[in-house]
Every structure is written in C-alpha cells, then in structure tokens.
C-alpha cells in the first residue's frame, strides 16, 4: 500500500517553482528529511536554499510551536529583492527571515483584522479569494454579490449590488460543484474584473439527508439532470473595480458551459480560462459553448461599451474540447490581433492561428500525427509556441507525454525531451528554462533543468528506489493487446503476485476507470504503489488495467469509438477489457480466466455494473463504487457533452436508455457488491439506489455498503480503509473461493495519515 512503500522512494522532487528571477525552488526529499534547493541556470548550479536544522530553530523560536528540521512542510518560498533574507509559507504561517537563524513571524490577515478595529468586519469573511496580479486585492463572494478586499488594510468594497439567491455573481454552484470560489478573470493592471451572474432560479433541487441520531439536516442546492428543460445560465459581465461600474455584455445569457471542462471553468477560484483579456483591458475574448459542446464561438467584447461582435464559429459532429487534461489551449493574442484555436479536424488535436478580426485561418501551427495536450507557453515576441503532446514519437508508449517548440508558421517544430518515457514539465515565466521530470512505470525518475532549446542544464534529483527493491517490491508488466476490433493496439499495465509462480493459476482482476474522459491505467509515470493493485495481485490474483477505446490521448477516431452519442455510453470499453483479457489468458497459461473479476469506483463503479449485467459469463465478480449508473440522474454538463442532449420519441423511448445500467438487472449471474455514501454530492446515491430497486425486482442476490454521511469518495475517518478492506474479502471469498480472515483491521486512516507524513 501507499502508505507502507511511499517512504521506501527517495528524491521525489515535486511542487517545482520558479522563483522572480528565473531560479528554480524545489524540495528533495531523502531518507533523512526534506532538503530544499534552489537551481541556478544561469550558473548550472544548484544549492540548499538554507540550514533545515537552523531554519527549524529559528522558526521555533519565532513561534513557540514545535518545528521539525526534517519536515518543515515549506509551501512557499520568496527571496528578498535586495539581501540575503527571504520569506517562508509553512501553510500555518508565514515567516521573514533576515537570516536563516533570525527569523520573526508575519501577521496574518486574521491576526491583523483583530488588531485594527476598522477591518473586523473583515476578520468575519473566511471565503476563498481570488487576487489581483498586482497582489494588492482579493475578489471574493459575500451574499451573492462580489467584493473586493484591500489586502494590505483590509477594507472591502462591494462591486455588484443586485446579486441574489440563485442569481449572484461569479458562483461556482451548479451541479456537482458547489464551492464558495469565485470564478473571474483580472485584466492585467487588476482594474477590471471578467465575470458573470449566474441564474439558477428555475433549475432543478438537490437533496440529501444526513444520518444522525436526532432530527436529521436537510442539504439543498441547485443540481440539473441531462434532459432538464431549465439548466443554469450566465450573464457575463465586466467590473470596474475602481468604480463599481458594472457592464453588462450585449448578448443573450450563455449556457454553462467551458471547452473543456464539467465545470465553467477547469480551476473555478483561480482565473476563467475561457475569458481572456487583452494586455490592456480595452478588449475581452471569450468562447461560448453550445449546450450539448457541439459548437462553439469565440466572441470579442469592447469592455467599456459591452459591444460583443462574432469572430469565428466551429461546430464538430460529436463534442468539441479545447485541450486535454484539464487544460484548455486557445490562446488571445491581442498584441498582434490573433488567435490560437484548437482543433481535431485532421484527426489529431493540433494548434491553428487565425486573425482575430476577420476569423480567417492564418496558418496550421502544429503538425503531423500525435495529439496536443497542453499549450504551456507563448513566446509572442518570437513568436515559438511550447506545447506537452502524446503519441507523436513512433515506436513509443502513445501514452508518454513529451514536451515541444514550434514556430506561429508552423516551421521548426522540435522534441525537447527526447528521453523514452513520460514527461511532466514545468516551464518558467518567460519561458527560457523549464522543469523535465520524467518516467515510466518501471523506471524511476529523473529531474532535469533545461534552457528552451532542450539542453540539459542541472540534475536536480533522482529517484533511489533502493530500499523498496530492497524490501521485494517488483514493477507492473506493461503489455499490448488488440481491441475489440481485433486490430488496434491497446496498451495496460499488469501486477502479479510478489511470489509469482508460473506453474499456478491465478484468477484475474481487472481495475477499470474508463470512459470519454479518462483512461483506466492513468498516468505513465513512476509511483510505488497504484491504488491497491499490488496489495491484491499479493492475495493471490493477477491484477490487470487495459486503456481502451474511446479514451483519450490519442487520434480522435480512436477518442470517439465510442461516446460519441448517449447509447454508446453504455459500452464503458467493456468489449475491450473482454477481448484483451482473453488474448492475455491465452497468452499466459497461468491467468485463469474462467474466474475474472472487475471493480472501480464512480466512472469505473458504473463501467463495473456495465460488465457484470452485459457479459455476465465472463464476469464472476463485480465490485460498483458510486457509480453514474443512471446518466440521466446526473449532471447535465458532463452528460450532455459525452451522449449529446436527450430525445423522446413517440414512443416515449430515448436515445439514453441504452446506458442505464437498471435496465439490465435481471442478466446479473455473478457476486456484485455496490457502494455509495449517503453524502454524495458528485454522483447522487440515486444512481445507486435505481439499480438496488431494479436488482431487487429482478429478485437477484447482491451486497451493499452505505457510508453514512461520506461523500463521493469516502473520505471521512475510516471509511476509505474500510472499503479496502471489503473489497479484498470480496476478492477472496467469491472470486479465488477462499476464507478471509473475520473483521481484520487493515491500518487506520489516522495512522495511515502518520505514514504518509513520514
């Protein structure tokens, strides 16, 4: 497990951040604690950036708490502009250090707020905040309205007036996502503010009870399905923050909607990637995405006048997506009065250039096969674009990310990492050096500094997986297979047994979190333990994860094989986790697969109730974690954009009824265990509950775990333990026809929070 072999794995450099003049600060971790570094490019050099040992005392000394040298937990790290001091995050507070033994502590907005009267209506406000690029205000939501805090003083001021319930500003509220982030975008000079005021007031109610001893609390909020007649809109609006003055763009309310993302926005709080601002705040672009993602257009707003004008439409048969993995690749270029638009129209996500006055189409910028997945800079002065792609190098895992330089015209494109393996990159502000942190699943990994032509600057760490080779552990078996089609290569990942012995025959477990938007295997990346995959393959199982089709990161073609419209949902890749395991049983004699098991959880929980009521010859055993096993009990974003909108017909059948999983209850044969918690706000317990009702009909045996009060993922004390460990008695009675051992107390998750710690 996680917990046991994370601290097994040395020189695990994350959180990479580059500092105000192009150094790079990152922590190291070895078996001794934390180290933190500062990498010079300039000098090729790297260095601790100061004396744990030191640094702990003085911060002890400064703060009367207990502080660790070996786990100062650093989240942030600012050197002084002038001098040696600099400034440390430790997430509880924040510290100035003249020096690394001299060091007092900075008051923080609360602390201030209680010293100066005039702001203690400010020390009431404890919602998320959005701050300006000049750092010196912080949007945020009060009553539905949006208010800006001055974050040296404290003063807040109120920018809107009119918002109210189900109707305010800037609210990151509608289905699953329900936070009290604002979702805005600052112009530059953080005198303007881009956002919307969304209207929720004829959509639909959620609700969910809690479980208590008393009378029980009633949680209500705005939730529409797929189908619903009233899904919420927005009314996009510009602020001055000075003024006040709200401007209300002049067109229509939008659907909420983004490019890419289930939500308006892929990371609501902290910007709105759809809304872009010219570099002087006269001008905002923004996209408006049609209620089933088929369309799109991207539109020009004068920000003083709310005069909007078209500028280029793009409609595609199935949906549209701006990027992959959560990052959304259109680009404002209003210095030169471009765009950068994101297409799969030659079937591979590649990037276009278009003149942002007439929409005409410049140029193609990237080229040949392989997809896009993340625009990660623009060098407008030289005009070199820098973007990560998958399935571009031949011979390769398509999966392995790699990152790459193009010109706007199209010309030089380049490899920058030319490693076989999977890159994860972080690029500086001006893009001159970036991060290269690359692996695969059975090789550790490397962090390199590069300059932006690719050339190797300064190691900064590598991973010594020594002491967990040392203790037995063994990689996962990477393998191809062919699909359903029996002629495109899948790529998965297998995990054995630790004490493998061929002339066994080991049932089979498959972990499936397949569907439109993600890929059961994940990343390609190095970790010591992938969920419980190995802890099962170590009960005696050969545990297996395939990509099928109809997921991303390769061609469109490959993306659409299925998903492209609401019955097709229901295949989930099933056919081909079937075909692939079948080819792999025949391959391997020691893979049983006359004893195949399948679970997953939410996408993954409805892939497994897909397999056990479609193939209920080939699956023995099912375990179904909060599923979306109804798609028209869920949120209307997420399944309209996968299975288009819904349709009746006169005889009152819809183009969704081929999905829901309730309808197929009566061919379960095999062991299928449900889980839900009670408190789900993502995928309602409803989704569950429909196929319990139908299972219950259909008069079939079957096992069901409520969490009282959990959410989508289990995530309160001991239940995320406690369904691991039923899931390996489920395993072990029906699936390998053994004995579990009675109520075995698996680790505790206040324990298993120590561990990780360590």
């Known amino acids: 497990m996680s917990y046991n072999v994370h601290s097994l794995v040395h020189h695990t450099i994350s959180d990479v951040s580059y500092l105000a003049d192009g150094r790079v600060f990152y922590g190291d971790p070895g078996a001794g604690g934390v180290v933190y570094v500062i990498a010079d490019p300039a000098r090729g050099t790297k260095a601790a950036a100061f004396d744990n040992a030191k640094l702990a005392e003085a911060l002890r000394t400064a703060s009367s708490r207990a502080v660790e040298a070996a786990h100062l937990n650093v989240q942030g790290y600012t050197p002084d502009a002038v001098g040696s001091g600099f400034t440390v995050d430790l997430g509880w507070s924040k510290f100035h250090c003249v020096t690394e033994t001299l060091c007092a502590e900075l008051a923080s907005p609360e602390t201030q707020a209680a010293k100066d009267a005039a702001t203690v209506k400010a020390a009431k406000s404890k919602a998320p905040v959005d701050v300006s690029p000049d750092k010196k205000l912080a949007a945020f939501i009060r009553d539905n309205n949006l208010?800006?805090?001055?974050?040296?003083?404290?003063?807040?001021?109120?920018?809107?007036?009119?918002?109210?319930?189900?109707?305010?500003?800037?609210?990151?509220?509608?289905?699953?996502?329900?936070?009290?982030?604002?979702?805005?975008?600052?112009?530059?000079?953080?005198?303007?503010?881009?956002?919307?005021?969304?209207?929720?007031?004829?959509?639909?109610?959620?609700?969910?009870?809690?479980?208590?001893?008393?009378?029980?609390?009633?949680?209500?909020?705005?939730?529409?399905?797929?189908?619903?007649?009233?899904?919420?809109?927005?009314?996009?609006?510009?602020?001055?923050?000075?003024?006040?003055?709200?401007?209300?763009?002049?067109?229509?309310?939008?659907?909420?909607?983004?490019?890419?993302?289930?939500?308006?926005?892929?990371?609501?709080?902290?910007?709105?990637?759809?809304?872009?601002?010219?570099?002087?705040?006269?001008?905002?672009?923004?996209?408006?995405?049609?209620?089933?993602?088929?369309?799109?257009?991207?539109?020009?707003?004068?920000?003083?006048?709310?005069?909007?004008?078209?500028?280029?439409?793009?409609?595609?048969?199935?949906?549209?997506?701006?990027?992959?993995?959560?990052?959304?690749?259109?680009?404002?270029?209003?210095?030169?009065?471009?765009?950068?638009?994101?297409?799969?129209?030659?079937?591979?996500?590649?990037?276009?250039?278009?003149?942002?006055?007439?929409?005409?189409?410049?140029?193609?910028?990237?080229?040949?096969?392989?997809?896009?997945?993340?625009?990660?800079?623009?060098?407008?002065?030289?005009?070199?674009?820098?973007?990560?792609?998958?399935?571009?190098?031949?011979?390769?895992?398509?999966?392995?990310?790699?990152?790459?330089?193009?010109?706007?015209?199209?010309?030089?494109?380049?490899?920058?990492?030319?490693?076989?393996?999977?890159?994860?990159?972080?690029?500086?502000?001006?893009?001159s050096t970036f991060v290269d942190v690359y692996s695969t699943p059975v090789q550790p990994q490397t962090a390199v500094l590069r300059d932006s032509q690719g050339k190797e600057l300064v190691v900064l760490a590598k991973q010594d997986i020594a002491p967990l080779l040392?203790?037995?552990?063994?990689?996962?078996?990477?393998?191809?297979?062919?699909?359903?089609?029996?002629?495109?290569?899948?790529?998965?990942?297998?995990?054995?047994?630790?004490?493998?012995?061929?002339?066994?025959?080991?049932?089979?477990?498959?972990?499936?979190?397949?569907?439109?938007?993600?890929?059961?295997?994940?990343?390609?990346?190095?970790?010591?333990?992938?969920?419980?995959?190995?802890?099962?393959?170590?009960?005696?199982?050969?545990?297996?994860?395939?990509?099928?089709?109809?997921?991303?990161?390769?061609?469109?073609?490959?993306?659409?094989?299925?998903?492209?419209?609401?019955k097709d949902l229901a295949d989930a890749t099933i056919p081909d986790v079937v075909a692939g395991v079948k080819e792999l049983g025949a391959r391997y004699p020691w893979m049983d697969i006359t004893r195949v098991g399948i679970w997953g959880h939410s996408g993954g929980g409805n892939a497994t109730v897909n397999a056990m009521f479609h193939e209920p010859d080939f699956f023995k055993v099912g375990i179904a974690e909060s599923g979306n096993h109804e798609n028209r009990l869920y949120e209307d974003d997420w399944d309209e954009k996968w299975g288009g909108l819904v349709t009746v017909d006169k005889d009152g059948k819809s183009n969704y009824d081929a999905q829901a999983n309730e309808d197929f209850a009566k061919n379960l044969k095999g062991h299928l265990l449900l889980a839900y918690g009670t408190s789900d706000d993502n995928v309602p317990p409803n989704n569950t509950l429909v196929v319990v009702d139908a299972l219950i009909r259909a008069n079939k045996d079957f096992d069901l775990i409520a969490f009282p009060n959990a959410p989508h993922h289990y995530e309160l004390i001991g239940e995320a333990q406690y369904?691991?460990?039923?899931?390996?008695?489920?395993?072990?009675?029906?699936?390998?026809?053994?004995?579990?051992?009675?109520?075995?107390?698996?680790?505790?998750d206040e324990e298993v929070e120590k561990l990780m710690y360590r």
């Open 147 to 431: 208010w800006v805090r001055v974050e040296a003083t404290g003063e807040e001021r109120q920018l809107t007036t009119d918002g109210v319930k189900d109707f305010g500003y800037a609210t990151d509220n509608a289905g699953w996502q329900h936070s009290d982030a604002p979702i805005l975008v600052w112009s530059a000079d953080s005198k303007k503010i881009a956002t919307f005021q969304q209207d929720q007031r004829k959509v639909g109610e959620m609700y969910l009870v809690s479980v208590t001893k008393g009378h029980p609390v009633l949680k209500q909020w705005k939730y529409s399905f797929a189908g619903d007649k009233d899904v919420p809109m927005i009314e996009r609006v510009v602020i001055d923050v000075d003024t006040a003055k709200v401007t209300r763009l002049k067109m229509p309310p939008d659907f909420h909607r983004g490019t890419l993302c289930d939500d308006v926005s892929c990371e609501g709080g902290h910007g709105w990637e759809d809304v872009q601002f010219a570099k002087d705040g006269k001008t905002l672009m923004f996209v408006s995405t049609s209620r089933d993602h088929k369309e799109e257009w991207v539109r020009m707003a004068d920000t003083e006048t709310g005069d909007v004008r078209e500028v280029y439409h793009f409609r595609v048969p199935t949906y549209y997506e701006s990027g992959q993995q959560a990052k959304v690749n259109w680009r404002y270029l209003s210095e030169t009065n471009e765009f950068v638009w994101y297409s799969e129209r030659d079937d591979w996500g590649q990037l276009y250039l278009y003149d942002a006055t007439t929409g005409k189409l410049k140029n193609q910028i990237t080229q040949g096969e392989g997809c896009v997945t993340q625009l990660l800079h623009v060098d407008e002065k030289n005009r070199v674009l820098y973007f990560l792609a998958t399935d571009k190098e031949k011979g390769e895992n398509p999966y392995y990310s790699h990152f790459y330089r193009v010109d706007f015209d199209g010309k030089n494109q380049q490899l920058l990492t030319p490693e076989d393996a999977d890159h994860d990159v972080t690029v500086a502000r001006d893009g």
């Open 723 to 748: 369904m691991v460990r039923r899931r390996w008695d489920y395993w072990v009675k029906n699936l390998a026809g053994g004995v579990p051992p009675v109520n075995y107390a698996i680790t505790s």
């Open 470 to 566: 040392a203790a037995g552990w063994k990689p996962p078996t990477p393998f191809r297979v062919k699909a359903r089609d029996g002629k495109t290569v899948l790529y998965g990942r297998m995990w054995k047994p630790t004490t493998f012995d061929e002339t066994k025959k080991y049932p089979v477990v498959d972990y499936v979190y397949a569907g439109p938007y993600a890929v059961s295997c994940g990343a390609e990346s190095f970790v010591a333990s992938s969920h419980d995959n190995q802890s099962v393959a170590d009960l005696g199982f050969v545990v297996v994860c395939i990509n099928g089709m109809g997921t991303p990161f390769r061609s469109k073609s490959f993306h659409d094989a299925y998903a492209s419209t609401a």
